[in-house]
C-alpha cells in the first residue's frame, strides 16, 4: 500500500500540471487587429466601350508620274517638310525638247508661207473683179445684140475661171492656219508634257515615303513619293459590328495615343458603311486636334460613351496584385480572409470588380502590414 500511495503522488502532480495548461494557451493568444473597412457597394457609372486604331492623315497624295521617262533628281528625303509648289522630282525630257523644237521648226514654216498664200489670195481677187467687170459689160452689150454669142459665152467662161482660182487661193490660205493651228496644239501638248517632267508638291505637308531614286525609270502611276498635310489627322478605330449602331457622327470620344502619352478630346466625322468581313467590324474615323507631335501611324485607343451602368465598385488601393492574380482582404465574423478577384474597369480611385465579391461585403481598406488570412480583426467604426 506504500509503494502505491508513492506511486499516485506523481501522477497527481502531472495531472495538476497538465490541468493549468488551457490557461497559459488562452493568455498567449494574439490580439484582434483594429482595421478599417469600406462596403462593396454598386455605383452609377458610364457604360465605356474601348475601340482600338491607327493615326491617318485626312489628307494624303502618292505622287507619280505621268509620263515615261529616267529620273534626273529628286529634291526631297523622307521627313522632310515642304510647301505647294515646290520642286520634288525632274525626269529626263530631252525628247520633249526636240519634238518642242521640231513642232516650233514647223510652225516658222507655216507662218512664212501665209505672206505668200495672201498674195495668190489678192492676185485671184483682182482677177476675178476684172473678169465680172468684163462679163457684166458682155452682158450688156448681148442684151443689145452687138456682140455674137460665142463672145458672151467666152466672158462668161472667163469669170468662172476666176471665181474658181480666187476660191482656190482662198482654200489655200485656210489650209495655212489649220495647219498653223495644228502645230500650236503640238506645241501647246509638248509643253504640257514638258511640264510633267518637272514633278511639284500639290500642297504643304511632310513627304512621309521616298520610293524612288535618281537614275530609275519612272512609270505612270508608279508611287514616287508619298505627302501628309500636317496639322490634319484622324484616328481610324475598327468598332465592332455589334456596338456600331450606338455611335453617331458628331459624338464627342475621349481618344488615349501611346505615343502621346495623354487623352485628347475628339469627335467622330464619319461612319464607313461597309462591315469588315475579316473582323465584322466597322470603321469610324475620328478627328484629332491639331498636335506637333501626331503622326500618321501611331497607335490609339478610343473610348465610346454608351450609356451608363451599376457596377460593384471598391477603392483601388484595396486591391493586391501578385502577378495574374489579384485579391482583397475581406472582414468576415471578426476574422481576415483573403478573397481572389476578377477586377474590370478603373475610374478615378475606384475598381470594378467582376468576380470573387458580393455587395454588401465588407473588404479591409487600408490592409494593416503583416496582416494574414485567418488573423483576428476589429472592425473600427
Partial sequence: MKNRALWLIPSTLWLAGCSESPREVASSKTPPVAVSVVPVAEQQWPSIYEATGTVRARTSAVIAAKLLGYVRDVKVQAGDRVREGQLLVTLDARDLDVNASKAEAALDEVRSSIPEADNAVAGAKASLDLAQTTFNRMQELWNKKSISNQEFDESSAKLKSAQAAYE??????????????????????????????????????????????????????????????????????????????????????????????????????????????????????????????????????????????????????????????????????????????????????????????????????????????????????
Fill in 168 to 381: 482656190m487661193a482662198r482654200g489655200r490660205r485656210a489650209q495655212l492656219d489649220a495647219q498653223a493651228a495644228r502645230v500650236q496644239q503640238d506645241i501647246r501638248s509638248t509643253e504640257i508634257a514638258r511640264s510633267y517632267a518637272e514633278i511639284t508638291a500639290p500642297f504643304a505637308g511632310v513627304v512621309i515615303a521616298k520610293s524612288v531614286d535618281p537614275g530609275a525609270m519612272a512609270v505612270p502611276g508608279a508611287p514616287l513619293l508619298t505627302i501628309e498635310r500636317e496639322g490634319a489627322y484622324r484616328l481610324e478605330a475598327s468598332v465592332e459590328e455589334s456596338r456600331v449602331a450606338a455611335i453617331r457622327v458628331g459624338q464627342s470620344v475621349s481618344v488615349m495615343l501611346d505615343g502621346l502619352d495623354r487623352t485628347l478630346d475628339a469627335r467622330v466625322s464619319e461612319i464607313i458603311p461597309a462591315v469588315d468581313a475579316a473582323s465584322r467590324s466597322y470603321t469610324v474615323k475620328i478627328d484629332l486636334p491639331s498636335l506637333p507631335a501626331l503622326r500618321s501611324g501611331a497607335f490609339g485607343r478610343a473610348s465610346f460613351s454608351l450609356g451608363s451602368r451599376s457596377p460593384l465598385t471598391i477603392p483601388v488601393g484595396a486591391v493586391t496584385a501578385r502577378g495574374q492574380l489579384q485579391s482583397v482582404v475581406v472582414a468576415e465574423n471578426g476574422i481576415a480572409h483573403t478573397r481572389l478577384i476578377t477586377s474590370g474597369q478603373q475610374s478615378k480611385d475606384q475598381v470594378e470588380v467582376l468576380s470573387g465579391l458580393t455587395a454588401g461585403e465588407m473588404v479591409i481598406f487600408p490592409v494593416p502590414s503583416g496582416l494574414s488570412d485567418g488573423a483576428a480583426v476589429e472592425v473600427r467604426r
